[in-house]
Each structure stands twice: as structure tokens, then as C-alpha cells.
């Protein structure tokens, strides 16, 4: 019986789909990790530049 069982598991392909989702996700958060990573300080100095202040200030007198 477990081995008729262990024939079967080996044999079905599938679970692979949901394998290949997996590394996909993997992968894609990995690459968002190491962007973050790279360009996060730059960004953050984007987003507080006094030029993005002004355009708020501006944005809101309106």
C-alpha cells in the first residue's frame, strides 16, 4: 500500500504549478528586496527634496 501511494506521489506532476508560483514569487520579492535595497536612500532623498514640499504647499492652497 505505501508503496502503491509513493508511485502515485512520483509519478503526478500536478503540485508543479503551484511549485513554479512559488520560486516565481520568490524571485519577484527578492528582486523588489534588492531594488529597495539599491535605490531606497535615493528615493527618500527624492521624496524629501524641498521641490516636492513646494509642490505639496501648492497643491493644498489651492
Keep these: 500500500m505505501l508503496n ?3 508511485q ?3 509519478v503526478d506532476d500536478s503540485g508543479a504549478t503551484g511549485m513554479e508560483y512559488a520560486l516565481l514569487g520568490t524571485l519577484i520579492g ?3 528586496l534588492a531594488t ?3 535605490f531606497g ?3 527618500a532623498q527624492l521624496f524629501n527634496s524641498p521641490a516636492i ?3 505639496g ?3 493644498n492652497s489651492m
Design 30 to 32: 527578492c528582486a523588489l
Design 36 to 38: 529597495f535595497t539599491v
Design 4 to 6: 502503491q501511494i509513493l
Design 41 to 43: 536612500e535615493s528615493l
Design 8 to 10: 502515485r506521489f512520483a
Design 57 to 59: 504647499a501648492a497643491a
Design 53 to 55: 514640499d513646494t509642490l
